[in-house]
């Protein structure tokens, strides 16, 4: 059984960071998309980063919204585990994280929440001036 455990996550004053990570485990395949993605009360979900981790290297990619202020990162030691890495967090960054897998390569769906097969339980952020 495939299972994601986020944790991170918490409060934090504008400018501030927050690392998040999301544990893999029961996964058995040797690549995957994996995506972060959020949801602030009222609006949909997005997608903020996804790296496609494969048996040779990663490809990153990320939302141009995020102008470079979020780092996606694998832990090479833990299979499919991943972070997110928040610097310069903004009140509008406030939302729901979520971790996602998909058996499918990135390129051209990363952002896309429908293709993913399993997802974390959530991590609450919350920026305030």
């Known amino acids: 059984q495939v299972q994601l455990v986020q944790s991170g996550g918490g409060s934090v004053q504008v400018g501030g960071s927050l690392r998040l990570s999301c544990v893999v485990s029961g996964f058995t395949h040797s690549s995957a998309c994996m995506g972060w993605f959020r949801q602030a009360p009222g609006k949909e979900r997005e997608g903020v980063a996804g790296i496609w981790i494969f048996t040779n290297g990663y490809s990153k990619y990320y939302a141009d919204s995020m102008n470079g202020r979020f780092t996606i990162s694998q832990d090479k030691a833990k299979n499919m585990t991943v972070s997110l890495q928040m610097n310069s967090l903004k009140p509008e960054d406030s939302a729901m994280y979520y971790c996602?897998?998909?058996?499918?390569?990135?390129?051209?769906?990363?952002?896309?929440?429908?293709?993913?097969?399993?997802w974390g339980q959530g991590t609450q952020v919350t920026v305030s001036s």
């Open positions: 996602a897998a998909s058996l499918l390569r990135c390129a051209g769906i990363w952002s896309r929440a429908d293709k993913y097969n399993y």
